[in-house]
């Protein structure tokens, strides 16, 4: 999904700018980077090096996920592990998703988080009109039932996540 066009030039292209924009901002701050679809992965640990990040970020691809979907409790517990120190510093996840269905596990894992000192925040990536997602072959993904595959952004579960747990959503 997160190849549809309903953002230029596609959802996955414009999450990249994102970050890399946000990177621009930020000074002296640790970053990582936790790929996930149906399964989640640490791609780059906590690090300063913004250098570093920017090849993990770059190499991001619906190839890297072998399973479909959208695990966000799993992307959730799996960033806010990667946060070992304890040392007072402020810690805070940014989401960058399309969405997903209700979860209440997501949900629960965004508490679990929060409960940890993590901030939560989600940035929801794609338009309510959607579009179709294109596949290898220069066409589009079908269903089972030989119908275009067609995908909306889902914003109704990361604004749960995000502003019930004290975070924000845009």
């Known amino acids: 999904s997160m190849l549809a066009q309903d ?7 414009r999450s990249r700018r994102e970050v890399k924009d946000l990177l621009e901002m930020l000074e002296g701050d640790k970053v990582g980077l936790v790929a996930f679809a149906g399964t989640a992965f640490l791609q780059c640990p906590l690090t300063l ?7 993990f970020l770059d190499a991001l691809s619906p ?11 799993l992307a959730i ?6 946060f070992r120190d ?4 402020s810690r805070a996840m940014i989401i960058i998703s399309d969405g997903g269905e209700e979860d209440e ?9 929060v409960d940890q000192g993590v901030l939560v925040y989600c940035l929801g990536v794609g338009t309510l009109e959607g579009a179709p997602v294109p596949d290898n072959s220069g066409s589009f993904m ?3 039932d030989g119908n275009v595959v067609h995908v909306r952004l ?4 990361l604004k749960q996540v995000a502003l019930g747990t004290g975070g924000a959503y845009a």
């Open 7 to 13: 953002v230029s030039p596609d959802r996955l292209e």
């Open 49 to 55: 090096d913004y250098s570093g990040l920017h090849i």
């Open 63 to 73: 190839d890297f996920l072998p399973v479909g979907g959208t695990d966000l409790a």
């Open 77 to 82: 517990r799996t960033a806010a592990d990667s």
């Open 86 to 89: 304890k040392d007072g510093a």
């Open 105 to 113: 596990e997501a949900l629960k894992a965004a508490r679990e988080a």
């Open 142 to 144: 079908l269903d089972r």
């Open 154 to 157: 889902k914003e109704e579960l």
